[in-house]
């Protein structure tokens, strides 16, 4: 695993995006760093972001000790983890229930669930010891209206809806105190789960100039969304369903 060195931006925050390589983890990238944030942008390769606040990396988020050994990097090179956007993502589906392959699900399985697994548990304590530590993941409708002719995929959404809900839990369990007693609903971490019809992106406007995209997000949209998420407090935040679309 490797990481390119990099300062911190001109909020002082250090959010990490995984799944940076994508559509998505691109957009919400460069909305954090153009905002003041240092992102460390972690993908299956370095890219070459050109901006000095972002940090690309490279982390086998199916590699438990890799992950966790990474974090701790990440936390000790930069003093603080202020976010984890968790954008790696994966599909497979398209085929009647009867015909499900459950290769699918272990695919996904892997890509959905077992890296948000890894990767929360290694960034935890640095999301809980942060002044507004944010945990974010994007879901699908799919979730919690499940269709038979992606029943791998929705299980998988499901699931890590489920993980991230436990994690708002663990958060909740002990929230930091507010000056002179009681809890500080504004400060503290929040784990959120971001819902979307599907993501939309300009090259695939460019492609079907005709198409409806109505009920799509674009992944502009969710970037602002994520962006939003430190402008919020923790208790209004902390295991909640917001649906973009």
Do not use: C
């Amino acid at each position: 695993m490797t990481e390119s060195a990099g300062g911190e931006g001109g909020t002082g925050r250090v959010v990490v995006v995984t799944g940076a390589n994508g559509a998505a983890g691109q957009a919400v990238t460069r909305r954090l760093a153009a905002g003041g944030t240092h992102v460390v942008a972690a993908g299956r390769r370095p890219l070459d972001w050109g901006d000095d606040r972002v940090s690309p990396a490279v982390v086998d988020l199916l590699d438990a000790a890799a992950t966790r050994a990474w974090a701790a990097g990440v936390a000790e090179r930069h003093g603080r983890v202020d976010g984890l956007v968790h954008l790696v993502g994966g599909w497979r589906g398209g085929t009647p229930f009867e015909d499900t392959d459950l290769d699918d699900w272990t695919f996904l399985h892997d890509q959905l669930v077992r890296t948000l697994q890894h990767a929360t548990l290694a960034f935890h304590r640095h999301l809980r010891a942060a002044p507004r530590g944010r945990f974010a993941i994007v879901s699908q409708h799919a979730a919690r209206h499940p269709k038979q002719n992606a029943a791998a995929y929705a299980t998988a959404k499901a699931a890590s809806e489920a993980w991230t809900l436990a994690m708002a839990d663990s958060f909740a369990a002990d929230p930091p105190p507010a000056p002179g007693g009681g809890a500080d609903g504004d400060a503290g971490p929040a784990a959120v789960i971001l819902v979307v019809e599907a993501l939309l992106t300009d090259e695939m406007r460019e492609k079907r100039p005709d198409a409806d995209f109505s009920r799509l997000t674009h992944v502009d949209d969710l970037a602002d969304a994520v962006a939003g998420l430190w402008i919020r407090p923790a208790a209004e935040l902390n295991g909640t369903r917001r649906e973009l679309s």
